[in-house]
């Protein structure tokens, strides 16, 4: 009776692991891009010398969540995988490798944005490759840079988006079509957002270190 139930028990665990943490196409593939990658993280610099990923398929009625641990508090950002899905594509490939773990916000300016995902800290590194930005017609609603929490990637000029992002304070539609949109905050629980801005200045040099502790993806039913 006893192996009978450890039996059952291993068999209900192997489906709850199954069934939560596995089955998405678009993780189970970067995982085997990552697989196929000779990536030495014993290397101090590994994080400027990556390949960039294939772009992912997203599997309808799911939503994405970059999910940010920050010394200031947690924040969950939506993923615009429709719009962007390049900039979704390497977002949760290099979370996946651990990429933005123990980076800092380098620069954030109060009434602006606050700049992270450099793995030089110095707002001039990427990880090793570059691609195009991901723009249309429509700016509207969460397309464009519309209101506080918009998430949207940093860049050097056209085909120099990489892995540094930024997070609005405000919107700053000025910056429609210069900079892809591709997220946007919906859970902001403990202010973070607020405490971050506050810890900037004009000059976008911060009073104290602000710094991304842990970053994840989440999987979810869409709400729609």
Request: net charge neutral; proline share 5%; hydrophobic share 35%.
């Given at each position: 009776m006893n192996?009978?139930?450890?039996?059952?028990?291993?068999?209900?665990?192997?489906?709850?692991?199954?069934?939560?943490?596995?089955?998405?196409?678009?993780?189970?593939?970067?995982?085997?891009?990552?697989?196929?990658?000779?990536?030495?993280?014993?290397?101090?610099?590994?994080?400027?010398?990556?390949?960039?990923?294939?772009?992912?398929?997203?599997?309808?009625?799911?939503?994405?969540?970059?999910?940010?641990?920050?010394?200031?508090?947690?924040?969950?950002?939506?993923?615009?995988?429709?719009?962007?899905?390049?900039?979704?594509?390497?977002?949760?490939?290099?979370?996946?490798?651990?990429?933005?773990?123990?980076?800092?916000?380098?620069?954030?300016?109060?009434?602006?944005?606050?700049?992270?995902?450099?793995?030089?800290?110095?707002?001039?590194?990427?990880?090793?490759?570059?691609y195009d930005?991901?723009?249309?017609?429509?700016?509207?609603?969460?397309?464009?840079?519309?209101?506080?929490?918009?998430?949207?990637?940093?860049?050097?000029?056209?085909?120099?988006?990489?892995?540094?992002?930024?997070?609005?304070?405000?919107?700053?539609?000025?910056?429609?079509?210069?900079?892809?949109?591709?997220?946007?905050?919906?859970?902001?629980?403990?202010?973070?957002?607020?405490?971050?801005?506050?810890?900037?200045?004009?000059?976008?040099?911060?009073?104290?270190?602000?710094?991304?502790?842990?970053?994840?993806?989440?999987?979810?039913?869409?709400?729609?």
């Open positions: 192996n009978h139930k450890k039996i059952i028990t291993s068999l209900f665990l192997m489906f709850t692991l199954t069934a939560c943490c596995g089955g998405d196409a678009a993780i189970e593939k970067v995982n085997n891009f990552i697989t196929k990658q000779a990536i030495d993280k014993a290397d101090p610099a590994w994080k400027t010398k990556l390949d960039q990923p294939p772009l992912l398929g997203f599997t309808p009625g799911k939503d994405y969540f970059w999910e940010l641990q920050t010394n200031q508090g947690n924040l969950t950002i939506k993923l615009l995988t429709e719009s962007a899905p390049m900039h979704v594509s390497s977002t949760i490939y290099l979370t996946k490798l651990g990429f933005y773990d123990g980076l800092t916000f380098h620069r954030v300016i109060p009434g602006f944005m606050a700049q992270g995902g450099d793995p030089t800290g110095t707002g001039a590194g990427n990880p090793g490759y570059k930005g991901e723009f249309n017609d429509n700016f509207e609603g969460e397309l464009g840079h519309n209101e506080s929490g918009t998430l949207s990637m940093a860049n050097a000029g056209p085909g120099t988006d990489g892995s540094q992002f930024f997070l609005t304070f405000k919107a700053t539609p000025f910056l429609n079509g210069k900079h892809t949109v591709f997220g946007k905050v919906v859970t902001d629980l403990e202010n973070s957002l607020t405490k971050i801005e506050a810890l900037g200045s004009r000059s976008g040099k911060t009073s104290e270190e602000v710094k991304i502790i842990k970053a994840s993806i989440r999987i979810a039913n869409s709400k729609e």
